[in-house]
């Protein structure tokens, strides 16, 4: 499925308001989230390269959207960002690097994606919103849910060298990713 049988070009793009300047060049916190394959991980220990994309959230599509969705700046697109992830992950990997996806849904609803979307890259979860706490991660608000704005970081050994914030439009964002990894990795 492409952005454009998901997304009219009539969505608002988002701006930056510079609620991530601050990300560039910190350290990842030891937090531990849960994952898809059941496992823990803490984020400021992972070794190496990694892509961490951070997204609103997963729709299903047996449940609509929050009233209002498309309207929200940003808001629209986590499906298509993932699977690009997805289609460039070999590529990814070629550079030594690992991915992750990260948002406040739990790790079950999670799951259904990952396995309907065939991610072979786990997705976090983080439903207490502690990168936010710790990090001042950006969220908004549908739907009486605080949900994480989309923005993707890239760290080597803890330490966050890159961030793309906002990701717009967010099906290209693995292609921006992968440019700035060629270059500066």
Not at 22 to 29: E, K, V
Not at 96 to 112: D, I
Not at 127 to 140: D, E, R
Request: glycine share 6%; hydrophobic share 40%; proline share 9%.
């Amino acid at each position: 499925m492409s952005l454009s049988e998901l997304q009219p070009n009539t969505l608002p793009v988002p701006t930056d308001d510079g609620t991530a300047n601050h990300l560039a060049g910190i350290t990842l916190p030891h937090l531990t989230l849960g994952a898809t394959n059941g496992n823990l991980v803490d984020i400021g220990a992972i070794a190496g390269l990694v892509v961490l994309y951070i997204y609103p959230m997963t729709g299903r599509p047996d449940t609509p959207l929050p009233d209002g969705w498309d309207v929200m700046p940003g808001a629209r697109g986590c499906t298509p960002q993932a699977c690009s992830f997805r289609d460039h992950f070999a590529e990814l990997q070629s550079l030594n690097t690992e991915v992750y996806g990260l948002s406040a849904q739990t790790t079950e609803y999670q799951l259904e994606a990952k396995q309907r979307l065939h991610f072979p890259f786990e997705l976090l979860s983080d439903p207490a919103l502690q990168l936010k706490s710790v990090l001042k991660i950006p969220t908004f608000t549908a739907a009486e849910m605080e949900l994480y704005k989309r923005l993707t970081l890239i760290a080597r050994d803890g330490h966050v060298q890159k961030v793309f914030y906002p990701v717009f439009p967010p099906e290209r964002n693995a292609d921006e990713v992968l440019s700035w990894l060629r270059e500066n990795a």
